[in-house]
């Protein structure tokens, strides 16, 4: 997930249960709206591309279908 955020600029990739580097973070957020408002755009950007239901959806019925499509040819 932190080579996500890293990649797309869409966060500040702090370490899991380090308290002060996510207060830094948001310190650091909070004092920088041009950067704060520019990263939410990457965010939901990303989240579009990536993380769409439909794209996964499909993606997931791709699968299934060559699944069973191994299945059957056994």
């Known amino acids: 997930v932190s080579e996500l955020i890293a990649e797309h600029k869409c966060g500040i990739p702090?370490?899991?249960e380090n308290?002060?580097?996510?207060a830094?973070?948001?310190e650091?957020?909070?004092?920088?709206?041009?950067?704060r408002l520019a990263m939410g755009k990457q965010a939901r950007r990303l989240?579009?591309?990536q993380f769409d239901r439909k794209k996964?959806?499909?993606q997931?019925?791709?699968?299934?279908?060559?699944v069973v499509e191994l299945r059957?040819?056994?």
């Open 24 to 26: 830094n973070a948001l």
């Open 28 to 35: 650091e957020l909070y004092g920088d709206r041009e950067t």
């Open 56 to 58: 996964l959806a499909d």
């Open 14 to 16: 702090v370490p899991p």
């Open 60 to 66: 997931l019925v791709d699968v299934l279908e060559k």
């Open 72 to 74: 059957t040819q056994q």
């Open 47 to 49: 989240a579009e591309e």
């Open 19 to 22: 308290v002060v580097a996510f």
